[in-house]
């Protein structure tokens, strides 16, 4: 075979493909298919009395959420389902598009687990877990090395 239905091979070939698996293509380029693959990112800060942990999730509502405490386990998971209808005259196309994450993070023995509050402002989760009073006054000391 010359190099030049090698050329016109290859440049076919690409073609085929696109075509046969243009509907996948089509899927999994969707930006909606992206939101459902992404994960949350967290912030987790330490202040003296308190950690904080902020959750960004734009586009959620708060009925969304689900914040449970199991043990020494935080878990954080949301779930929307969105639904799309345009009518024409001759069809109907319905869109549905469904998204879920859950995060899961070990608290400190020291939080006060009765004591954690959730709040969603401005598409981002906030969590405050408060550290329980006998926590607060433990300071970081200097041991000597004898």
Do not use: C, H
């Not at 899927?27 to 960004?56: C, G, H, R």
């Not at 509050?117 to 989760?125: K, T």
Request: net charge negative.
């Amino acid at each position: 075979m010359s190099a030049k239905s090698l050329a016109t091979v290859r440049q076919m070939l690409p073609s085929v493909f696109d075509d046969f698996f243009k509907p996948w293509n089509e899927w999994f380029d969707n930006e909606s298919f992206s939101k459902m693959l992404t994960v949350p990112a967290v912030n987790i800060t330490e202040e003296k009395d308190q950690y904080k942990v902020e959750l960004a999730a734009p586009g959620m509502k708060k009925e969304d959420f689900s914040v449970d405490v199991d043990g020494n386990m935080l878990t954080i998971s949301a779930a929307t389902e969105e639904k799309k209808e345009e009518k024409e005259k001759k069809y109907t196309r319905k869109e549905y598009n469904y998204s879920s994450f859950s995060r899961s993070f070990t608290i400190p023995d020291e939080v006060d687990k009765g004591k954690i509050e959730a709040r969603y402002i401005d598409g981002v989760l906030n969590l405050v877990l408060p550290k329980m009073e006998n926590a607060k006054n433990n300071t970081t000391q200097k041991i000597s090395v004898s």
